[in-house]
């Protein structure tokens, strides 16, 4: 029990699960999964298909904190990529045609990684402070936005860039299918690899790294290529589900989503340890968050102050000071009330 | 000359003892001070001085005992508290804030106030005042990083006094002063004695304790040896109290440095010339194989910036490096891991451990940096070598999970050697390997390189204990204001005469 308890991602599950179990109670069809000619319906895959994006930048993100660093640009990223995937399929003579929708998907992800290696090169070869050099592209990135897109919001009529957010393939939405291949692939590459100590190695400690011979600046520049990468699947996603490229609205402040999942997944911001599982965990319970606002009515105007209160609550239950507190709380109250259990009993367990 | 004994103690401390994983760092140690003494705290490297201190200052909370200040029992829990009942310390790193002014410094939280804003006039004129008291007459309106790190301590002496101190410590305060700014310090010192003040003195500088104290209090690994009036403890009896059985314990090892080098040979590296503005005059060395090579001087002389240009953890701005006869550049670390040179530093906390990650993980960073991050070091593997080199260095506990930041100074010394030794190098340079560290794991490290030196590994070997240069070495640089001076033979040569050398201008050889 007690090593449960102690496991790093006991408490963010347990906010998770809470989540869930208010919202059912609230509203018992919320658990339900329905099967409609063989595909799965239900509040739950909702949170599991609308979290594609948001996983894909925080997975990136996880990354980028690992290493001490923090990546304010994925939103505008997401902007980016999905005004060049639409202005090339909206420029085409067969925007239906699923050749100009690969090629589209291609050149925008190319961008997104360009925009990555300048975030990594900012970062690890010129040395620029994470939040600084990233803030430039975060700035700038939907000016480019609306450069490419001529200021317009373009839309697009095109069945298979459709597809990537509301098909479904093997009966489960294609963007779950995405969100899913994008943390077995990171999850592989960092824990099958030496990638993942050695990133934390160089964001616990950066100098004892590069005295180690950790290649720092190489781990550095590819935490914010992979960031850019994942932000750009993100920005496709997004396009796609609303079938056009909003330069503004895109990606709009998911990158403080990002780092409150990360956190609330129980990564430190202070860079190092970092677990995969963990920020799945935190998109989910704020993706659940999201969905609890919408389907207990809550009024729009109250709903950040609502999402708020409730991030407050979490990152509470979360905190360690706290649980040392209320042990402390818990033990005083123990041996003053029965003393007759004797001061042996163990509390934390 | 010495403290009256008939006065009551500002500080009693009883049975202080604490524990950290691992160590009792402080095991039922008593210790006093009374008002208008100098009392030096003596102790090698871990003996539990800075322990003491900190207990004394409210860093660390005790495990057991009583700390009596002016008479009352207190428990600091923080060094604001500490400071608050009128203890203050002034560290070898000082710690004021370099981007304040010295009058700001000075003053910093007592400002006289004028209305609601503060009256800097008057600030700085009062910090003027308490400066002068020392004999120091700085503008106080410079900024503190324009003034040396003698001043700087003043600065912080001067502070110690704004804050009414009955109590003031000196943790290594002249390891980094040249001799003008040590008589300076000292006339500041007896200055505050004569004024009451009680000063905790403490030094690896036998001269400077000898000269200054007037009480002698011995600790030796976490235990009080005793507490001695000045003049009742010669100086031979004095190291012998400090060194106990560890004399007995590496006398043994005093054989493996007499032991011939073939030097008729390519050097494993040899160095010409190599400096960089600022941090080294250009020096020349040579390690041939098998061969420990010791570098002896003051901290601050320039052994630690020599041995990173060697490493290419600083960039050299001069001289040639060859490894085997083979030109070689090494700009960053990982060249010269490549050439197989490993680099321990003397900042095991900054610059060695990899405080979170367990200690196999740490043991095995350095051959997966070589490998890169693609190819991971397989279980199997990992495991092998990190049961092999945790056996052989004897590190405690033996759990590989374990995180590396909760293991004692010593045995995380242990992890770096073996993450080192496990990337099979050529040459190892160790900068203050036995830093902080009990005397068995001491003797361990000290043990290991002997043994792996003579098996043909060569060895750069920096210490500030002279006894251990000297025991392991055959061949000692000896540096001094960022400057080599000179080499001497090992073998014959006396501590006293090593100390000499260091502290003279190193007449025999013009370097």
Request: with cysteine; net charge neutral; proline share 3%.
């Amino acid at each position: 029990m007690k090593a449960i308890v102690k496991h790093r991602l006991f408490w963010p599950s347990v906010a998770l699960l809470t989540l869930i179990a208010i919202n059912t109670i609230a509203r018992p069809q919320f658990i339900l999964i329905t099967v409609r000619n063989g595909e799965l319906y239900g509040a739950l895959i909702d949170i599991l298909r609308n979290s594609a994006p948001l996983m894909l930048v925080a997975l990136g993100m996880t990354i980028v904190i690992a290493t001490r660093g923090i990546d304010l640009s994925v939103g505008a990223i997401m902007a980016v990529s999905g005004a060049v995937a639409l202005t090339i399929i909206d420029g085409s003579a067969e925007p239906g045609s699923l050749g100009t929708v690969l090629i589209a998907l291609v050149v925008a992800l190319v961008v997104a990684l360009v925009l990555g290696v300048w975030n990594g090169f900012l970062v690890a070869v010129v040395g620029i402070q994470p939040i600084i050099a990233t803030l430039v592209l975060m700035l700038a990135g939907r000016g480019v936005a609306l450069l490419i897109t001529e200021g317009f919001i373009t839309t697009v009529n095109s069945t298979p860039y459709e597809f990537i957010a509301t098909g479904y393939l093997v009966g489960l939405p294609f963007a779950l299918l995405i969100s899913i291949a994008a943390i077995a692939v990171v999850a592989l590459i960092e824990r099958r690899t030496a990638l993942g100590v050695l990133t934390e190695a160089v964001g616990i400690n950066p100098e004892a790294s590069r005295l180690a011979g950790v290649r720092a600046r190489g781990i550095v520049f590819s935490a914010y290529v992979a960031s850019g990468l994942l932000a750009g699947i993100a920005g496709i996603i997004y396009s796609s589900n609303i079938r056009a490229a909003d330069a503004n609205a895109a990606g709009l402040f998911i990158e403080l989503y990002a780092i409150l999942a990360v956190v609330l997944g129980g990564t430190s911001l202070m860079g190092g340890k970092f677990t995969i599982a963990g920020t799945v965990i935190g998109v989910l319970t704020i993706q659940t968050l999201e969905a609890t606002i919408l389907f207990l009515g809550v009024p729009s105007a109250q709903s950040p102050v609502f999402f708020a209160l409730v991030v407050i609550v979490v990152v509470l239950v979360q905190s360690p000071r706290l649980h040392s507190w209320a042990r402390t709380a818990m033990k005083t109250a123990r041996t003053r009330g029965a003393s007759d259990t004797g001061p042996r009993a163990k509390v934390a367990s | 000359m010495s403290a009256d004994t008939a006065v009551a103690p500002v500080v009693e401390m009883t049975g202080i003892t604490i524990r950290f994983p691992g160590v009792l760092a402080l095991d039922a140690v008593d210790f006093s001070l009374r008002p208008g003494e100098v009392h030096s705290l003596m102790g090698e490297n871990g003996a539990g001085k800075s322990t003491l201190i900190k207990a004394l200052t409210g860093v660390y909370p005790v495990d057991a005992g009583e700390i009596v200040v002016g008479g009352q029992p207190r428990s600091f829990s923080s060094t604001a508290d500490a400071q608050e009942a009128g203890i203050s310390t002034v560290y070898q790193e000082v710690n004021l804030c370099a981007n304040l002014s010295v009058g700001e410094n000075v003053m910093l939280g007592h400002e006289p106030r004028r209305g609601s804003g503060i009256d800097w006039k008057a600030a700085h004129r009062e910090a003027a005042r308490h400066l002068q008291s020392l004999g120091l007459a700085i503008d106080t309106r410079s900024m503190l990083s324009s003034h040396s790190i003698a001043i700087q301590q003043l600065v912080a002496i001067g502070r110690a006094m704004v804050l009414d101190a009955k109590v003031l410590i000196l943790d290594e305060p002249t390891s980094s002063l040249d001799r003008g700014e040590v008589e300076q310090l000292f006339s500041v010192i007896r200055d505050l004695r004569t004024r009451g003040v009680a000063i905790l003195f403490v030094s690896h500088f036998l001269d400077q304790v000898y000269e200054i104290s007037d009480r002698i209090t011995v600790l030796r690994n976490g235990q009080l040896v005793g507490e001695y009036a000045v003049h009742e403890l010669p100086r031979g009896e004095l190291v012998t109290k400090m060194i106990g059985r560890e004399l007995d314990e590496l006398a043994a090892l005093a054989s493996v440095a007499d032991r011939a080098i073939d030097r008729t040979g390519t050097p494993v590296l040899r160095a010409t010339g190599v400096g960089r503005r600022g941090a080294l005059e250009p020096a020349d060395i040579d390690v041939f194989d098998g061969e420990v090579v010791g570098i002896a001087g003051l901290l601050g002389s320039g052994r630690t910036e020599l041995v990173r240009l060697l490493y290419g953890a600083d960039r050299a701005e001069t001289g040639q490096i060859e490894v085997h006869g083979r030109s070689a550049k090494h700009s960053s670390p990982r060249q010269a891991i490549e050439n197989r040179i490993a680099f321990s530093s003397e900042d095991r906390r900054a610059e060695g451990i990899v405080a979170d990650l367990t200690v196999a993980e740490n043991i095995v960073l350095g051959i997966q940096a070589r490998r890169g991050a693609l190819r991971k070091i397989g279980r199997a593997e990992s495991d092998a070598v990190v049961q092999e080199y945790m056996t052989a260095l004897g590190v405690r506990p033996a759990d590989p999970s374990m995180l590396a930041g909760n293991l004692s100074g010593g045995n995380q010394q242990k992890v770096l050697l073996a993450r080192w030794l496990a990337t099979a190098p050529e040459l190892i340079v160790l900068d203050e390997p036995t830093r902080g560290i009990d005397v068995g794991a001491k003797a361990d490290i000290q043990r290991k390189v002997a043994e792996l030196s003579a098996n043909g590994l060569s060895v750069i070997f920096i210490s500030s204990e002279l006894e251990e240069v000297l025991r392991l070495a055959q061949r000692v640089v000896v540096m001094r204001d960022r400057r080599k001076i000179g080499e001497l033979d090992s073998s014959g040569v006396t501590i006293e005469h090593l100390i000499d050398y260091i502290a003279n201008e190193g007449q025999e050889s013009v370097a």
